[in-house]
């Protein structure tokens, strides 16, 4: 397994998104239990459920060098929630594909730490991994989720079904974002 100081530790001005560690699952637990966080996923996550899903995270850092990160306030360390990067676990037909993403405590939404913390996401996918796109995907019904897409200047690529969801399910129509590297402002 890669070391966290083999992998990517990002910052930005008020985060640190950083490789997840075993004591980090009470903060996880916590977010994937908050029905507010949890409103546009099929169902709230359990202790032992975001103990799997915290061992997925480490497992696919330690497979790739990047992971949707945990995310950490720099000034005063509180957990802030998770962003990042990671392979799209499902076959469509825009995959293979990395996919980025977003999931902040409640009490961090608001204040532009979601685009700020995907924006260091994009430019490591961009600049450090190479990859030539970048996709994001939500229900259709998260209108927050799409706007943060937009701001990062993620074009609508269309829409899909979501295999992982039973057809019927409210949640099973999603939105298709994209940003190839051409469309990525060259950073420094």
Known sequence: MRSERDGAELQTPRLLLRAWRDEDLD?????????????YFPALLGREQSKALLIRLQQHFADHGFTFWSLWQREDGRFVGMTGLANVGFEASFTPA???GWRLSPAFWGQG???????????????????DRVVAF????????????????????????HPSLAPGHALRRHALYE????KWPKQG
């Open 113 to 131: 730490l979601a685009q700020e913390a995907a924006r260091a996401s994009l430019d490591f996918a961009f600049t450090r991994l190479a990859v």
């Open 138 to 161: 939500t229900t259709l019904s998260n209108a927050p989720s799409q706007r943060v897409m937009q701001a990062l200047g993620m074009q609508l690529a269309g829409e899909f079904e």
């Open 27 to 39: 903060e996880l637990a916590t977010l994937c239990a908050d029905p507010a966080v949890m409103h």
């Open 179 to 182: 940003m190839p590297v051409s």
């Open 98 to 100: 990395v996919e980025i």
